[in-house]
């Protein structure tokens, strides 16, 4: 057929595993898959993410830059079709102001795009279609649910992907078992709400028992991505310590410390709850890394809250901390609210708290210098090597520039002894080996 499909993915690597099934499906019927690039793409498909306000102009940019391109005759560019987040909240919206688009479709509706692009051809149960990832060969997402139960006055989630709805087991399985026969080597456990997983279908918490099953299947690194703290238990604290795969990362996202903000939020958990969790996370888990994400801005937020903020940085020592100014979404709860934080007052309170972590940062590194950590290798750059450790997560956190004397393999493990660092990175030697196998203790 020598049809080329190039698939742009913007927002959250949840968007990047339903780009990478969609592309399954094409490419089994014969189409040519590129990601990102237009260069020779006879079709492309954006999609789009609708969560925040840059996340949406970011949208919109790359759907123009494609209409341009599909308009210029020096490219082959002739279909373009948008789907995801975004098309979810504003279809008609966007139908009227960008005609250049072909298609629209919405968050959950990538079979029907494959269908529409196929026409008659016969399009398989993604389930049955085997994931084209986008990602380096040696790492992928895993999405074990869709959409969220919670009510939290800030996100859209819920309005665009719907209730939480877990995948089975047995679906989860067979993807995570097909992604290790590929020879993925860290797989990353996603969903709005990670916690929640197995509540809907089994009526119980399974993420547990999920994750020990995915780990027998012989992943040397397993890394889990969005906990609720008002889900997250001791149960899941103790399997970092029973999981030997399970890097000592997690990531769960905090949003504020002020228990006036934290209601106003609809967060279900106060100022004390929140304290305590942390604590208890450390006191079973020790050596875990913490990531988490902050909004600053909220409706309501007071300099005293802003400050309290602060401290609670300050004091809890996070390893990773996301910062985002409040964006007011439609049709959720803090869009009835006074937007009454001045955009540059916003602007300003992320930088200073962003300058917080970043000091932490630098201080939580330079601790490691010295120290021998295991690496996985990402790729090369020039004369050095780019890996991260277990406790850094793909793209969002630090990484390790590595130097050796000998070729590096992308996608293996090596031991590096830390020399030196700086704000995010790492800067190491690698002094032995490590088999692919091997288990991260």
């Not at 809250?305 to 004091?315: K, T």
């Not at 990773?320 to 934080?341: C, K, L, N, W, Y």
């Amino acid at each position: 057929m020598n049809t080329n499909v190039s698939i742009i993915t913007l927002g959250c690597s949840k968007n990047t595993v339903d780009s990478e099934k969609l592309a399954g499906i094409l490419k089994s019927a014969g189409y040519e898959i590129t990601f990102e690039s237009l260069k020779n793409a006879d079709i492309a498909i954006v999609n789009t993410c609708g969560f925040i306000l840059d996340a949406k102009e970011e949208s919109i940019e790359t759907i123009l830059d494609c209409a341009k391109i599909k308009n210029d005759k020096r490219y082959k560019l002739s279909k373009l079709y948008v789907f995801g987040c975004l098309v979810e909240r504003n279809k008609e919206e966007l139908k009227e102001a960008i005609p250049e688009v072909d298609e629209w479709f919405g968050a959950n509706e990538y079979e029907l795009l494959s269908k529409s692009i196929l026409k008659d051809v016969e399009v398989a149960d993604s389930k049955c279609v085997k994931r084209l990832l986008s990602t380096p060969e040696h790492y992928a997402y895993l999405k074990v649910a869709e959409g969220c139960n919670k009510k939290c006055a800030f996100c859209a989630i819920p309005i665009i992907r719907g209730k939480h709805v877990s995948s089975t087991k047995e679906n989860i399985l067979a993807e995570a078992k097909f992604l290790f026969d590929k020879g993925v080597k860290e797989v990353m456990l996603i969903s709005q709400d990670l916690t929640y997983y197995g509540i809907d279908l089994y009526k119980t918490m399974e993420l547990r028992d999920l994750t020990q099953k995915i780990a027998d299947i012989g992943f040397p690194w397993i890394r889990l991505h969005y906990a609720h703290p008002n889900e997250i238990n001791e149960e899941i604290f103790r399997m970092y310590n029973e999981i030997p795969s399970l890097c000592k990362y997690l990531d769960i996202p905090l949003q504020h410390i002020s228990t006036s903000i934290l209601k106003n939020m609809k967060r279900n958990i106060d100022k004390e709850g929140t304290i305590a969790l942390v604590k208890r996370i450390r006191k079973i888990v020790p050596d875990i890394a913490i990531r988490t994400a902050f909004i600053v801005g909220f409706p309501g937020e007071t300099e005293e809250d802003f400050e309290e903020l602060v401290e609670f940085v300050r004091e809890s020592r996070f390893d990773r901390v996301g910062v985002f100014t409040f964006s007011s979404e439609e049709g959720t709860a803090a869009a009835e609210m006074i937007d009454d934080v001045p955009e540059e007052v916003k602007q300003s309170r992320m930088e200073r708290l962003l300058e917080v972590q970043q000091s932490i940062s630098l201080e939580k590194n330079l601790e490691k210098v010295g120290d021998t950590m295991k690496v996985i290798i990402d790729s090369k750059e020039d004369n050095y090597y780019i890996g991260r450790t277990e406790f850094d997560s793909p793209e969002v956190d630090n990484e390790v520039i590595v130097f050796s004397d000998n070729d590096l393999i992308i996608g293996e493990f090596y031991d590096a002894l830390i020399t030196d660092a700086d704000y995010f990175d790492l800067i190491g030697e690698v002094l032995v080996k490590m088999s692919a196998t091997a288990n991260k203790k």
